[in-house]
C-alpha cells in the first residue's frame, strides 16, 4: 500500500514570499502520478499541479513549481510571489497506475498554509 | 475543467434513516467514479471506487452494507448511507474521472445525523 507523509501541519508567511510544502510518499511501483490539491474554506478540491513520474522535468504551473526526486520519493510544491488567495489547505496525492484509471487517490494529511497580508 | 456536481451540498437526518448523496458529471461520461469521506480537519479518504455497470470496490474498513454505492449510469453515482448513526457524520466527496484522464471533484456533501 502507498503512504504519502506531510511532515508540516502548518505553515505561515508573508504576502509574496515563497513558501515550500514538503511531501515524501512511499511505493513499490515504478509507474505512478503525483499531485498536489488546495482546498480552500469552501472545501472544493482544486487541482494546484500533476506530475507523471516517468518525466524528469518538474512540472510548473505559474506561480506554482515542484521538485520531484524520485529516488528520494519526495515531492515538494513551491510557491512563488505568495497571495492572499493561496491561503488554504494544502494537500499531497498519489495515485498508482496498475489499475488503469481506476486506482483513487492516497492523501497526505495536509499543511494548513496561511498567507499573512 | 469539467463539472462534478454533487447533490446535495449539507444534509441533515436522524439517526436510524438512510440519506442519498448524488454524484453528477454535468459534461463528460464517467467511466469511474469515486467516493472519500472527510473528517474535520483531517485528510480524505477513500471509500470506494465503482465503474459505470459494475459492483463497486470497497477499500478495508468500509462497510459495504452500510455504504450503497451505484453507478448506474456514465454520468451518475450514488452514494447511500443506510441506518445513519452519529458517527457517520462527515464531509463526503466525489470525483469522476473518464479512463484515465484527470479525475474532477464535486464540491462535497456535509453530512450531520442527530
Known amino acids: 500500500a502507498q503512504t504519502v507523509t506531510q511532515s508540516q501541519p502548518e505553515m505561515s508567511v508573508q504576502e509574496a514570499e515563497t513558501v515550500t510544502l514538503s511531501c515524501t510518499y512511499d511505493?513499490?511501483?515504478?509507474?505512478?502520478?503525483l499531485f498536489w490539491y488546495k482546498q480552500p474554506p469552501s472545501r472544493q478540491m482544486i487541482l494546484v499541479i500533476r506530475q507523471e513520474a516517468y518525466k524528469q522535468q518538474n512540472a510548473t504551473e505559474n506561480r506554482f513549481s515542484v521538485n520531484f526526486q524520485k529516488a528520494a520519493k519526495s515531492f515538494s510544491l513551491k510557491i512563488s510571489d505568495s497571495q492572499l488567495g493561496d491561503t488554504a489547505m494544502y494537500f499531497c496525492?498519489?495515485?498508482?497506475?496498475?489499475?488503469?484509471?481506476?486506482?483513487?487517490?492516497?492523501f497526505g494529511k495536509g499543511t494548513h498554509l496561511i498567507i499573512q497580508p | 475543467g469539467a463539472v462534478v456536481s454533487q447533490h446535495p451540498s449539507w444534509v441533515i437526518c436522524k439517526s436510524g434513516t438512510s440519506v442519498k448523496i448524488e454524484c453528477r458529471s454535468l459534461?463528460?461520461?464517467?467511466?469511474?467514479m469515486f467516493w472519500y469521506r472527510q473528517f474535520p480537519k483531517q485528510s480524505l479518504m477513500l471509500m470506494a471506487t465503482s465503474n459505470e455497470g459494475s459492483k463497486a470496490t470497497y477499500e478495508q474498513g468500509v462497510e459495504k452494507d452500510k455504504f450503497l454505492i451505484n453507478h448506474a449510469s456514465l454520468t451518475l453515482s450514488t452514494l447511500t448511507v443506510t441506518s445513519a448513526h452519529p458517527e457517520d457524520s462527515s464531509f463526503y466527496i466525489c470525483s469522476a474521472r473518464q479512463g484515465y484522464t484527470e479525475a474532477f471533484f464535486g464540491q462535497g456533501t456535509r453530512l450531520t445525523v442527530v
Open positions: 459534461d463528460f461520461q464517467a467511466t469511474t
Open positions: 511505493t513499490s511501483e515504478n509507474n505512478y502520478y
Open positions: 496525492a498519489f495515485e498508482g497506475s496498475s489499475g488503469g484509471g481506476a486506482d483513487g487517490l492516497t
